[in-house]
Every structure is written in structure tokens, then in C-alpha cells.
């Protein structure tokens, strides 16, 4: 199996991994949504952290859920509807470069501050904070942030590998 094989089966165990983690995140959400409404309206005692877990949950699957877009060619390809065919390869480097642009930045300033120094960025900042009603580490939560821009990252580099894979390829698993 070559380098870019294992680029794209990569990309797909990510993906699938995502899929799943997200699907969970979407299943704690509604059933802690669904107590808060039952206590609430049916015994009009809602407890205090039913809205935590759902908000927490809501970040993780959206940005899970972006990761998943990106894989499946669901972003936005402007480029891809006014550039020529001969100019495809443009189009790719301007995307990529786009993607770049904007999640090098985030996954950097996750983990160092605007002087360089690690641990000073938004993770280690995070640290120091706990949920105002579970009481554990804001961590956890943020943590969403730096995995699926590396997540991202991972699935631009097998569109490089693999720059037209077949909409079956891409949903396999």
C-alpha cells in the first residue's frame, strides 16, 4: 500500500470515527434536552445541568459535522464553477491555500500565545476553567477545536492524494 493509500484510508477511519462520535454527541443532546423538558414541564424541578450537556454536546457535533462536510465535498467550491477545466488545478491550490490560511492559524494559537510561548494559547487557557454546572475542565469541551482543524487537515491532505475519488470511495465504511 503506497503513501497515498494510507493517506486515504486514513481519511476514510477518520471519517467514519467522526461520523460515529458525532451521532453520539446528537443522541446525549436530544435525551438531555428531553429530561430538561419533562422536568421542567412535568414536574417543574429542570435540573441544572441539562442545558450544559446539550450545549457541550451541540459544539462537538457540529464541528464534527464540519469535518464530515469537508470530506464529503460539501464546502464551498466557488472556484469549481467558474474557472475553466483546463484551470482545475488553480481552483484546488486556491482552496487548499484558503484552508490553510484559516486552520494553521487555529491549531497554532490553540497551543501558544501571540509571544510563541506554549501552554498560553486557547487549550492551556481553557484548562484553567471548569463548567459552570458539571463542574470538569473546559478542556474537554475545547478540545473540539484543535481535533477537527487536525481532522480537516488530514482530509485536504487525501484530496491531494486522491484530488477525485468516487462518491462511493468517499463513503465507504
Known amino acids: 500500500m503506497g503513501a497515498g493509500s494510507?493517506?486515504?484510508?486514513?481519511?476514510?477511519?477518520?471519517?467514519?470515527?467522526?461520523r460515529w462520535v458525532a451521532s453520539a454527541c446528537i443522541v446525549i443532546m436530544l435525551?438531555?434536552?428531553?429530561?430538561q423538558i419533562l422536568a421542567r414541564y412535568g414536574?417543574?424541578?429542570?435540573?441544572?445541568?441539562?442545558?450544559?450537556?446539550?450545549?457541550y454536546m451541540m459544539v462537538?457535533?457540529?464541528?464534527?459535522?464540519?469535518?464530515?462536510?469537508?470530506?464529503?465535498?460539501?464546502?464551498?467550491?466557488?472556484?469549481?464553477?467558474?474557472?475553466?477545466?483546463?484551470?482545475?488545478?488553480?481552483?484546488?491550490?486556491v482552496q487548499t491555500l484558503a484552508v490553510l490560511v484559516f486552520l494553521l492559524p487555529v491549531l497554532y494559537f490553540c497551543f501558544f500565545n501571540w509571544n510563541g510561548v506554549w501552554g498560553q494559547g486557547f487549550m492551556g487557557r481553557s484548562a484553567r476553567l471548569t463548567a459552570d454546572t458539571l463542574g470538569f475542565s473546559m478542556v474537554w469541551v475545547r478540545m473540539a477545536v484543535p481535533i477537527?482543524?487536525?481532522?480537516?487537515l488530514v482530509h485536504l491532505l487525501a484530496r491531494w492524494v486522491d484530488p477525485a475519488p468516487t462518491a462511493k470511495a468517499m463513503n465507504e465504511g
Do not use: K, Q
Open 6 to 18: 494510507l493517506i486515504s484510508a486514513l481519511s476514510l477511519r477518520v471519517h467514519n470515527a467522526a
Open 43 to 55: 414536574f417543574n424541578a429542570p435540573p441544572i445541568w441539562t442545558e450544559e450537556v446539550a450545549r
Open 148 to 152: 477537527c482543524a487536525a481532522i480537516i
Open 60 to 93: 462537538w457535533a457540529g464541528l464534527l459535522g464540519a469535518t464530515m462536510s469537508f470530506r464529503n465535498r460539501a464546502d464551498a467550491v466557488l472556484l469549481d464553477s467558474v474557472l475553466p477545466r483546463s484551470l482545475e488545478w488553480l481552483s484546488r491550490v
Open 31 to 35: 435525551l438531555a434536552m428531553v429530561v
